[in-house]
């Protein structure tokens, strides 16, 4: 009978441990697939129109884009940008390289 309850204590244990094991890998999987943030999608800075870089090149100079992100619905861009001595700094820039102001 000793015999029998041990064994049930050893199985459950490992049980347990296996549940553990699963959930954290759960949520680690959701954390890396979390959703766009405010409708924009990351995009390479490379592919960002000529209107836009001119725009940047301009209006902010001596910045460059350390990020950049498009929302399609908005058909605006979203920029990350990085001045040497300065904090980065977050824009928003539509199509024809004109500055705008998205309400939260």
Partial sequence: MTVAAAATMLFATQNIKAQETTEDVAMMQ???EAPVQDGF???E???L???VTNAVA???AGATVA?????EELMVYKLVLEAEGAEPET???NEEGKWVK???
């Fill in 30 to 32: 959701t954390e890396v």
């Fill in 41 to 43: 999608e990351k995009i």
């Fill in 45 to 47: 800075a490379s592919a």
């Fill in 49 to 51: 129109p000529e209107m």
């Fill in 58 to 60: 301009t209006d902010k």
């Fill in 67 to 71: 990020e950049a992100y498009y929302n």
């Fill in 91 to 93: 824009a928003y820039i």
């Fill in 102 to 104: 998205i309400q939260k």
